[in-house]
């Protein structure tokens, strides 16, 4: 019997990665990175966070910040979603949570390389939904009105 090295391993499983299978682990994160507060964390993170038109592509560059500055960013999250979304996403590589020893402790966020190339899709997605958000309500009032 053959034994594969981990590389070995992994190259293999790379291609038998198919999200239409039931078992396939690119659904939980397909699940994870669909979430709006993960799509919201990355824009902000990766300095789409300034307010303006609604598509504007305008972004600065990527940022770290700290909790408090994206709690108070992200408009409704609750410190638990918040915390554990961060969490998640640091689980996966996806950003670097850097601790700062002060009083109190203070730690600051920032995208990994992994995160930035997910950062300019979510920043398409983010942009697309606010383009499109009249369309959409006004598809949904006239579904509404068919349907009722």
């Not at 504007?56 to 554990?84: C, F, N, W």
């Amino acid at each position: 019997m053959t034994t594969m090295k981990a590389a070995q391993k992994r190259a293999q499983a790379k291609v038998e990665y198919n999200a239409f299978l039931a078992g396939c682990p690119s659904r939980q994160l397909l699940d994870r990175i669909s979430d709006k507060w993960v799509v919201l964390i990355m824009c902000a993170l990766g300095g789409d966070s300034s307010p303006g038109q609604p598509g504007a592509a305008h972004a600065d560059a990527p940022k770290a910040m700290r909790y408090s500055e994206i709690s108070r960013l992200l408009a409704g999250v609750s410190q638990k979603m918040l915390t554990q979304t961060l969490r998640s996403l640091e689980h996966d590589g996806l950003l670097t949570r850097t601790v700062t020893p002060t009083v109190p402790v203070t730690g600051s966020y920032e995208l990994t390389d992994l995160g930035l190339s997910l950062q300019h899709m979510t920043r398409g997605l983010r942009n697309w939904a606010q383009t499109h958000m009249a369309e959409v309500l006004a598809n949904r009032e006239n579904y509404d009105a068919r349907t009722s």
